[in-house]
């Protein structure tokens, strides 16, 4: 831990941010760590937006999951060299976010295949340049690139499911409908038990609701935990196991649940913004900033009655 950490650590907790306290004291921020033999962890350091990446070794090649942002590609290819000799044949994008797509060009650039599910590249159309453009005015990674664009994946998965399996590792890119984002993508390892789960399951207050189907995500949850997961490798925050995917369904089912009373109840949203409160059982997801946003976005999708990623920014 760096002396930094240890002093943001202490001023929380003397702020008795409670939530923040307990997920950031079992962070490990850009270390990689073995889960099972061949797969690898990496803990995305919060503080530069980092996602988190699983690094996954095949016979002849290495599977990463999701780009990162610029900084992020460069800190996990280099982690990557020191772990094995054998290239990156692919990168799979979790979902369209910056922070999970914007290092592609880094990596094909060496030699893979970046990939997703469909509504991923579509989402980049819909969504893209402005999100990169005002990315490149505060991040100095994704500006020194100098393009116009992010690089969109090079390869769509047209199903719901796409399995490769060279014989010494199955692993399952899988589809369970909109939860954070449309095209959300998981990748499950059946013999070992992991499931890397991009932002669909984070661990800690890290949920970003803006492009969601909050109503459904539960749903997609549920069916990704019928894999009955050993290890719950998250898009942030540390990972766990079945834990995570019951505590992220529970928060966000909580959420929806006093939103919808709110609503019900004739509440404007600053009045449910002053006064919701959840159960303590899901405070590890709680934030004060970012719940008032997820209390915006969840009043929205149910005033509007359709998703919040189909609401105008
Ligand atoms: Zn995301």
């Not at 008795?16 to 270390?31: I, M, Y």
């Not at 090079?154 to 984002?181: C, P, S, Y």
């Not at 459904?216 to 834990?243: I, Q, S």
């Amino acid at each position: 831990m760096k002396p930094r950490r240890a002093w943001l650590l202490l001023g929380f907790a003397a702020l008795g941010a409670l939530a923040l306290f307990v997920s950031r004291s079992d962070a490990n921020p850009e270390t990689i760590r073995r889960v099972v033999p061949g797969v690898w962890f990496r803990e995305g350091d919060l503080d530069q937006g980092h996602c988190n990446n699983v690094i996954i070794e095949m016979k002849d090649y290495l599977i990463v999951v999701d780009a990162n942002y610029p900084s992020g590609a460069r800190a996990t290819m280099a982690d990557v060299k020191r772990l094995s000799n054998k290239p990156v044949k692919y990168v799979f994008d979790t979902h369209h976010h910056g922070d999970h797509v914007y290092g592609n060009v880094l990596w094909t650039q060496e030699g893979a295949t970046t990939l997703a599910f469909q509504a991923v590249g579509q989402e980049m159309k819909r969504l893209e340049p402005a999100r990169w453009l005002a990315a490149a005015k505060t991040r100095p990674d994704v500006a020194e690139l100098h393009r116009d664009a992010p690089e969109p994946p090079k390869q769509d998965i047209a199903q719901e499911e796409m399995v490769l399996n060279d014989g010494a590792r199955k692993v399952e890119f899988r589809h369970f409908g909109w939860a954070h984002t449309r095209g959300d993508g998981f990748v499950y390892l059946p013999k070992e038990g992991v499931l890397c789960t991009g932002d669909a399951v984070v661990n800690g207050p890290h949920n970003n609701l803006a492009d969601a189907n909050i109503a459904n995500w539960p749903t997609v949850l549920r069916a990704a935990d019928k894999l009955k997961p050993k290890y719950v490798l998250p898009g942030h925050g540390a990972r766990g196991g079945r834990e995570l995917i019951a505590g992220q369904d529970q928060f966000l089912s909580e959420l929806y649940k006093a939103v919808k009373a709110g609503v019900d109840a004739g509440k404007s949203v600053e009045e449910l913004q002053a006064s919701i409160s959840l159960p303590p059982a899901v405070s590890p997801w709680v934030g004060d900033a970012s719940l008032k946003r997820q209390v915006k976005d969840t009043y929205d999708e149910i005033k509007q009655g359709k998703p919040r990623g189909d609401i105008p920014q």
